[in-house]
């Protein structure tokens, strides 16, 4: 299993699956983070916490722990 932590700076992945629980997650596809969904990995911050990435055209930052949580291939 790969998640999005794991996809280099300058790398695109496809999201397959969310996990975690409830809160946690609904914040996460509130984001416009869904399954099927294109990510672009921007950079990442010098002690790799957070992570900006491009989704559905705008950017966001996201903490490493909900970049784990997010399944891509």
């Known amino acids: 299993m790969n998640n999005l932590r794991e996809v280099p700076v300058g790398g695109t992945a496809k999201v397959i699956k ?6 946690v997650k609904r914040r996460i596809m509130d984001m416009g983070i ?12 010098p002690l790799g916490d957070p992570i900006e990435i ?8 996201l903490r ?7 399944e891509v291939e």
């Open 54 to 61: 491009t989704v559905r055209g705008y950017e966001l930052s």
């Open 64 to 70: 490493k722990a909900d970049a784990e949580s997010i």
């Open 34 to 45: 869904t399954k099927g969904v294109e990510i672009y990995v921007r950079k990442v911050a």
């Open 18 to 23: 969310i996990h975690g629980e409830g809160a």
